[in-house]
């Protein structure tokens, strides 16, 4: 198949972002889509049927669903709850983290299907472009990569234009706010977080929406570890992935986890973004301080610098560099 006919593998979220895409890049380049999720957490059986169902509405040729949550808990976050990882000791990372995991299945999606090019929704202000883009050419330098709402300068607000104009709908929410939501937390970035002086609306958030104004009955958790890693809740034995969702599930009717992060983008900007994550908080502080207990004062020193270089390196999409090896190698 020559690249003039090979499909465009668009990386699909659903959102207004990666919606805007499949027609703009079939009208652009004449050239079928195929969008691909690749499942990190946050996808319930109907929200996956929806993508697949909007991805059919937007007119791509295909959509393919990846699951990816074991993957993404062995290779990145059981080593960045070893590591005890938060961001300016607030935010832990709760979305980005999976991007290098997605990237990499987009890349073997291509391989697959014979394609020469693949596509994200990132825009030029944030961190994803970045992440996204080392580990493709990483892996597979080869690789045409497109960039439509960034190298195009497309406006949110012209981009519903651009979908209504040919009689197809943006979504609900995600006109107004950028939502991305994985097994690690949610973030929500809007007109508020474009500034430093208020918060999103109550109705902005996605977990745990008027957690505060509806009180929960105290509840008592126990949580067992074992070399690092969670393996039960109150008692009751699963997988990390099944444990971390219970944990979302449990502490986003309270609230917990809920926060705004401010912070340095790889880009060298400032950015500021609202974020849930309520497994992420539980499992971190609980973890935290059962290493007060068994580990020495000087194993916790040695560690704990090193737990935020992986998280810059993580945060920054470096997670091939070998030096992420060598602290993974360390922390396990």
């Known amino acids: 198949m020559s690249s003039n006919a090979s499909p465009i593998i668009l990386a699909f979220s659903g959102g207004l972002d990666t919606s805007f895409c499949v027609p703009w890049l079939k009208e652009t380049y004449d050239r079928p889509v195929v969008t691909a999720t690749v499942d990190t957490g946050g996808l319930d059986i109907e929200a ?177 570890f074992t070399r690092g890693v969670p393996t039960a809740v109150n008692g009751e034995t699963g997988s990390p992935v099944q444990l971390i969702e219970q944990l979302e599930h449990i502490g986003s009717r309270f609230g917990i986890g809920r926060g705004i992060h401010l912070g340095d983008t790889i880009i060298g900007t400032k950015g500021r973004v609202a974020f849930e994550a309520p497994a992420a908080d539980i499992l971190l502080t609980a973890h935290r301080e059962l290493e007060k207990l068994t580990l020495s004062a000087i194993q916790q020193r040695v560690k704990e610098p090193l737990g935020l270089t992986y998280g810059d390196l993580i945060h920054e999409g470096k997670q091939l560099d070998p030096a992420c090896r060598d602290i993974e190698a360390l922390l396990t």
């Open 48 to 224: 996956a049927e929806a993508l697949a169902e909007r991805s059919r509405e937007l007119g791509a040729v295909e959509h393919v669903l990846i699951e990816a949550r074991d993957a993404f808990f062995d290779e990145v976050l059981k080593h960045l709850i070893m590591g005890n990882v938060r961001r300016g000791q607030l935010y832990p990372l709760c979305v980005g983290a999976e991007r290098g995991i997605q990237a990499r299945f987009l890349a073997e999606i291509a391989g697959e299907r014979g394609a020469a090019t693949v596509a994200h929704g990132c825009t030029a202000a944030g961190n994803d472009q970045v992440r996204f883009e080392v580990i493709l050419k990483t892996l597979a330098p080869e690789l045409e990569v497109l960039a439509p709402v960034r190298d195009h300068a497309w406006a949110r607000e012209d981009q519903v234009a651009y979908l209504a104009e040919r009689g197809l709908s943006a979504p609900a929410k995600g006109s107004a706010y950028s939502i991305n939501r994985g097994l690690w937390g949610v973030t929500i970035g809007g007109t508020e977080t474009l500034t430093s002086t208020q918060s999103i609306p109550e109705s902005a958030w996605v977990l745990s929406a008027n957690a505060y104004s509806d009180p929960q009955p105290p509840e008592t958790l126990s949580l067992q």
